[in-house]
């Protein structure tokens, strides 16, 4: 009886020893796989050597998509000031105009405003390229935007900030060709933001200076000074018995000036933006070379992301 009782309880405690092992073996065959893929992952993500998708992160793309909208119209504006002011110069009588004065040449303005536009598309084009990298996304390459850039006019009419900004502009489309020839992925993401921020920060700089000096201050400021002469003068002369043309050509006044506030006031989002980009890029510059996660780098590019946003942001709203 004795004997039988042992006997029961060796094939039980055998049973439970074979479950426990069929148990042990089909667990850890699980576990092995979905470690091995943890394992990898980790190993692409863990810094921006690795996958930290920017576009989780800090939404670079879609931030792209905003500035390709929003930059230009402030930049294309360098050529419509000067079509304002000769509109305002054709309109004034030829007995009020001084004998020297002539309606300006524009095709510079032009030129200009072309090329910061081609300008502020490679700026936008790297920073997209960033996004598309950091999620091992295809790298498109437009070798025609490259071409543009190289052919800068030198007008001496206006700083040399300009010429600064399309050198740059044109070796950031070098480093994105070069990127997209030899075919680079997430893993070359930090070693393409180490190698251009010098040209990413030059870049912003000059962009910033153009637009707030030589548009902002001198082109807007020769605009204000050609409303002030053509409005003031007619308003100072009128007659008592033309008061009521004299209320419709001041509000016409206070409007012209309202808008041309309103282009200064883009300026400053503009100028915004560019600060933003370059400590945006500076950021990324910093955390290229350390083992943060995607979280760690969200909350440091986050408020500069949210920040050049809401630039972007006043500079459409503004201009609709």
């Known amino acids: 009886m004795k004997s039988s009782v042992r006997d029961a309880k060796f094939r039980n405690l055998a049973y439970i020893r074979s479950a426990r092992k069929e148990v042990f073996v089909s667990v850890p065959r699980f576990g092995r796989t979905l470690w091995l893929r943890s394992f990898a992952i980790v190993t692409l993500c863990a810094s921006l050597n690795g996958c930290v998708d920017l576009d989780d992160a800090a939404g670079l793309s879609k931030l792209s998509d905003e500035a390709r909208i929003a930059l230009p119209k402030v930049s294309n504006d360098v050529a419509a000031t000067c079509a304002r002011q000769n509109t305002l110069f054709e309109n004034t009588p030829v007995a009020e105009r001084a004998k020297t004065e002539q309606a300006q040449d524009c095709k510079p303005y032009q030129e200009l405003a072309d090329h910061l536009a081609k300008d502020q598309e490679a700026l936008i084009a790297y920073f997209d390229a960033l996004g598309k990298l950091s999620s091992n996304k295809p790298l498109g390459y437009d070798a025609t935007i490259d071409e543009n850039v190289t052919a800068l006019s030198t007008n001496t009419a206006f700083s040399a900030n300009a010429i600064t900004a399309g050198n740059d502009a044109q070796n950031l489309m070098k480093a994105l060709a070069d990127a997209a020839t030899h075919g680079y992925r997430e893993k070359q993401l930090?070693?393409?933001?180490i190698a251009n921020d010098a040209a990413v920060q030059s870049l912003t700089r000059a962009l910033k200076k153009v637009i707030t000096g030589d548009y902002g201050s001198v082109l807007l400021g020769n605009e204000k000074l050609a409303l002030d002469?053509?409005?003031q003068g007619p308003m100072a002369s009128a007659q008592?018995?033309?008061?009521?043309?004299?209320i419709l050509v001041q509000r016409q006044y206070a409007h012209d000036?309202?808008?041309l506030q309103t282009r200064k006031d883009a300026v400053a989002s503009y100028a915004k933006a560019m600060d933003d980009l370059g400590a945006l890029h500076a950021k990324l510059k910093d955390e290229?070379?350390?083992k943060m996660s995607m979280v760690e780098v969200a909350k440091q590019v986050g408020p500069i992301a949210e920040s050049?946003?809401?630039?972007?942001s006043d500079i459409q709203s503004r201009s609709n």
Do not use: C, H, I, M
């Open 190 to 193: 930090g070693q393409l933001v």
């Open 229 to 231: 002469t053509f409005y």
């Open 240 to 246: 008592p018995n033309e008061r009521l043309d004299l």
């Open 257 to 259: 000036k309202a808008a």
């Open 288 to 290: 290229a070379g350390k």
């Open 308 to 312: 050049l946003k809401s630039a972007l």
